[in-house]
């Protein structure tokens, strides 16, 4: 669940956190006139950084944090339920005088621990990519380690159990770079991980992320399939293929790569992509499934009718969490090899750009609608996600219109679709 965290105090009490008897500090001092310009301190796997006498930052693991605290050493690779993360929470608010609502989130790490069948290693040589963007490897006698580096996050996709000398044991998460990939999630503080109905939306930000993720399937024989398709499959395989199709052939990208998934399934004898989603949504639901009474004395919050996360987009139903029982029937089509899939309840959707919950609307809705928060709170939803794409459409209209010594636009606008062509009058008129 969640495992890295960075904070930033506001307004710490400095002469208190230093004086805790818990914390033994190393000071860093000017050699030239012995001001002290850092005080810094690790106590089971979290580090303290007072800077200047007046800043406060904690970094550190809290899964490792909890395990060591809890004499399980200081590793990560079991499971880290919700209950889990409010109890050490709550203690290391206590531990240290720290209020929750006052410890800002600058990084956030969540992802989940699963057991496959399919050997880890098997399923780390089958990924491609993450958003057509390839991973850098680091592979050791230690470690099998692949990482995607995006902007505002970083896809990690490691195993585990190879790390610690476990079993089969693979995790996947994300570690943000920018708060701002969690904001559907309404996560800013450590307060908030303390709300599993947030907890929940970092899961369902997790298996968006998921599903992004290109495979192969190395099971697909080599006979039996026609020239045409064994090239796409050939070419799929590389992730270099990718990053230059999307660049040259934008429009075209996603089709292609929707062709080439198609075709890993249609010949391959395993869904790794389905099978280990699965696997994520259900460990996901398990950890968040705490004992009502249990929530209430933790967190003071009575929410105990909490739904699964949305995997509705790889083809398996979400599970009911709350302490209620769940249902064992198969679902439709069985269940697949690798995986079980467990209830069948109707998965909550949250809007794209606020984050609101939008499952009272129809199934595709990805944004709020005007019929529940009005006209013009729906149209700032849609902003949000367009008025990007859109300004970049603009300055590109407007460098073709008047950075250059003639009219060039009858040379670009033959194949483009009409939506530019309004783009680019609206641009000559507001202008004339």
């Known amino acids: 669940m969640v495992d890295f965290i960075k904070l930033r105090v506001v307004k710490p009490d400095i002469q208190r956190i230093r004086s805790n008897p818990l914390l033994e500090w190393d000071l860093t001092a000017s050699e030239r006139t ?45 499971d880290f339920r919700f209950e889990d993360l409010t109890g050490v929470i709550i203690e290391f608010c206590k531990m240290f005088d720290l209020i929750p609502d006052s410890c800002i ?47 505002q996050y970083y896809i990690k996709f490691y195993d585990k159990g190879l790390q610690y000398d476990q079993c089969n044991i693979l995790r996947f998460e994300i570690k943000t770079r920018k708060m701002e990939v969690v904001r559907p999630a309404n996560i800013e503080t450590l307060s908030d991980l303390l709300n ?19 495979f192969y399937d190395y099971t697909i024989p080599d006979n039996g399939i026609n020239a045409r398709e064994r090239l796409i499959l050939i070419q799929g395989q590389n992730p270099t293929y990718w990053e230059t199709y999307k660049k040259t052939n934008k429009d075209n990208y996603y089709k292609k790569r929707q062709r080439f998934k198609d075709l890993v399934r249609k010949h391959g004898t395993r869904d790794i992509q389905e099978i280990f989603g699965l696997l994520i949504s259900q460990k996901w639901n398990e950890l968040l499934k705490t004992n009502p009474k249990t929530l209430q004395e933790l967190t003071g919050v009575a929410q105990s009718d909490i739904t699964g996360i949305d995997t509705s987009s790889i083809g398996s139903v979400s599970v009911k969490l709350s302490g209620r029982d769940q249902s064992t029937d198969t679902p439709p089509g069985g269940i697949i090899p690798g995986a079980e899939v467990q209830g069948a309840e109707p998965p909550r959707r949250y809007c794209l750009s606020c984050g ?28 949000i996600d367009s008025n990007p794409r859109n300004r970049i459409k603009y300055m590109q209209e407007r460098e073709k219109i008047f950075l250059t010594l003639f009219d060039t636009s009858p040379f670009y606008v033959k194949n483009r679709k009409l939506n530019n062509l309004n783009i680019k009058k609206r641009i000559t008129t507001n202008l004339q």
């Open 34 to 78: 012995g001001e002290v310009k850092e005080y810094t301190v690790k106590f089971h796997g979290i580090t303290f950084k007072i800077t200047n006498n007046k800043y406060l930052n904690i970094s550190g693991s809290i899964h490792k944090f909890w395990n060591s605290l809890h004499g399980q050493g200081e590793q990560n690779y079991n």
């Open 105 to 151: 989130l600058e990084n956030l790490e969540f992802g989940v621990n699963v057991s496959p069948t399919i050997p880890a290693n098997e399923i780390l040589l089958s990924v491609i990519n993450h958003k057509g963007k390839h991973f850098e490897l680091r592979q050791t006698k230690k470690q099998d380690f692949h990482e995607c580096t995006h902007f």
């Open 196 to 214: 599993p109905e947030k907890i929940e939306r970092l899961g369902a930000i997790l298996m968006t992320n998921f599903n992004e993720l290109l």
């Open 356 to 383: 609101r919950d939008i499952s009272n609307q129809r199934a595709n809705s990805k944004f709020c609608s005007p019929k529940f928060v009005g006209e013009q709170n729906a149209h700032r939803c849609r902003n």
